[in-house]
């Protein structure tokens, strides 16, 4: 065997091995589901009768808070020491964040159980994942406050009445009432499982009774008591949204439900332009056999940067992936050669507004006179070979774009 012959075989071992690891071996690529609910709603039951596979990466720092909180010797019971508790929380969500960013590169499939009773912050994660490419997919799950505030109280990591009461109250607001999801996503180009939010309040192991904790009047009674969380104030009344709801409603809202999302997971292509331009560039990228390339969207500036320094064509699949990470539609901001150029000493005021000269080793490295800074996109498609300083500089736009 001689030493064409070694690189070949080579080559093709990293062939197969990219093809047993990277993108093609994500069975749902670019796929979100939200599934919000007050505490007791039954997220994680919900989640289970909708059939969402095992793959979708569950992201809440909730999980994480009961994993460590023990390790350390700290009480679940958020009633004690609150402030200390919630700056750890604070700590363990910044870890998730920094989770749910590996997620995304890799275009892993998540799953978000939150409550959502912060419409506006639950909104601005949709648009930031839509941008990305991602599918998103939501359920809106409803129980009275005392059910919530009872489920609370049967958890090891309880938050307390008055916090509970507040979420509630909040949730019922501008969820319910208000249908704050129903009324933004529209226009998002998301997919609601169902147009109803499911009121989860019958008893799953015994048909047609209410679960327990539910008051009687529930079905009929015109408006739902919102309790002040600190007992202060008189309470609020808002139209009932659990009024006139039956057994055979809410089974037909879960089994449409669960039909709408076995044919939103069942298609790998994501319905999103952005998520399907990635994943075809990925796909040849990853049919390469690059070392490791293929399974991350910040390969794609990895392999223009391999590519040119290798003296390879890049591909138009690949090339539009680039253009649509980089958001051709944003043009940097332009500027104009300074009259002083580098090397000569500017005057200038410091910060305590006294005139004096800034050396010219702390001055800018100005461009030609009215030449504006390219975008990403002029650089990828001018005519003349990338620079290897440009292709890096790629890369590092690339990656900041994807990690803000």
Known sequence: MNIDDLRKLIQEVRLQEALQSGVKQVEHPFKAVFIFGPAGAGKTTTKEFLGLPDEFVPLTADDAIEKVFPKFGISLDFREEYPKKTELRKILQQRTAEKTIRKVNQMLPLFFDTTGENVSKLITIMDALERVGYDIAVFQINVPPDVSIAADLGRDRTLGTEIIQS??????????????????????????????????????????ALRPGVPKDILWQGKLKLNDPEGKADPTYIDNPFYGASQEKNDKILNDAKEVAQEWISDRNPKNPIGRVILNALSYIQSQGIADLGDQMTDIAKYIVW????????????????????????????????????????????????????PASLLPTYADPATPIKSPADILYKDKPLTLRELRNLVNQFIKKINS
């Open 307 to 358: 590519a040119t320094e290798n003296g390879k064509p890049v591909p138009p699949v690949v090339n539009e992936a680039s253009k649509t990470l980089f958001d051709l539609e944003t043009k940097l901001r332009q500027t104009t050669a300074s009259p002083k150029r580098p090397g000569e000493d500017v005057a200038a005021k410091n910060v305590k507004g006294v005139d004096g000269p800034v």
């Open 167 to 208: 979420i509630s109250n909040n949730y019922q607001r501008d969820v319910a009432k208000s249908a704050g999801y129903l009324n933004q996503i529209g226009r998002r180009g998301v997919t609601l499982l169902s147009n109803y939010i499911y009121p989860n309040i019958f008893d799953f192991e015994n048909p047609g």
